[in-house]
């Protein structure tokens, strides 16, 4: 499985951006998605999951109301469109695949199987 994220750039506070994220891969439905992302000196964090049917949406508290995850698994493609952005949103962003059986959508790194490169996003104020 490979996963190449973009979208990312530079935005004023309070505008708007989406990420892309395109994965190579046979059966793009056996895997739920999600967004992380990574700031400067600080933990990677959970930001978004979708489960493989589309169902199952998961955000985390600081995104909930701004962001929202979507996929489309005849392209085998996710987004995250984001707005209202703020400058703590500032990181790089990545998408991850998991794997597990069941339609289901984690906010826990340790589950997701598969990385995408990260896409930078910075958002001034």
């Known amino acids: 499985v490979q996963l190449q994220a973009s979208g990312g750039g530079l935005v004023q506070a309070g505008g708007s951006l989406t990420l892309s994220c395109a994965a190579s891969v046979r059966t793009f439905t056996s895997y739920a998605m999600g967004w992380f992302r990574q700031a400067p000196g600080k933990e990677r964090e959970f930001v978004a999951a979708i489960s493989w049917s589309g169902g199952v949406t998961y955000y985390a508290d600081s995104v909930k109301g701004r962001f929202i995850i979507s996929r489309d698994n005849d392209k085998n493609m996710v987004w995250l469109q984001m707005s209202s952005l703020k400058p703590e949103d500032t990181g790089v962003y990545y998408c991850?695949?998991?794997?597990?059986?069941?339609?289901?959508?984690?906010?826990?790194?340790?589950?997701?199987?598969?990385w995408g490169q990260g896409t930078q996003v910075t958002v001034s104020s």
């Open positions: 991850a695949a998991d794997g597990r059986f069941g339609d289901y959508a984690v906010n826990t790194a340790e589950d997701y199987d598969y």
